[in-house]
């Protein structure tokens, strides 16, 4: 199987800086696309920002401009820094992974165990 693994979350002012990273490891023939969502309690996981493996982005409008999405294909990696951060970005972000396990199997998707952010003053 697969293993994602989230660091790097916390507490931070408003207008304040994170970054977060996820490693993955396990039993692994190709990763696609990778990518961070985030959820509060009591609403729907929301994606925040993708990277295709040939490293094609994709943003929520909400911060596009503030955040950065960035992998690294040999070390299994996927990154979010996150800029300029709002009370409003307060979430627990998970990383995703869409991975193959082998040549004779489609991808399917593998989710972290979740860091929190809170953005407070």
């Known amino acids: 199987q697969v293993q994602l693994v989230e660091s790097g979350g916390g507490l931070v002012q408003p207008g304040g800086s994170l970054r977060l990273s996820c490693v993955a490891s396990?039993?692994?023939?190709?990763?696609?696309?990778m990518g961070w969502y985030r959820q509060v309690p009591g609403k729907q996981r929301d994606l925040v920002a993708s990277?295709?493996?040939?490293?094609?982005?994709n943003y929520a409008d909400s911060v596009k401009g503030r955040f950065t999405i960035s992998r690294d294909n040999a070390k299994k990696t996927v990154a979010l820094q996150m800029n300029s951060l709002k009370p409003e970005d307060t979430a627990e972000y998970y990383c995703?992974?869409?991975?193959?396990?082998?040549?004779?199997?489609?991808?399917?998707?593998?989710w972290g165990q979740g860091t929190q952010v809170t953005v407070s003053s």
């Open positions: 995703n992974a869409d991975v193959r396990l082998d040549v004779w199997n489609p991808s399917r998707a593998f």
């Open positions: 396990g039993s692994i023939f190709v990763i696609n696309d």
């Open positions: 990277i295709t493996s040939g490293g094609s982005t």
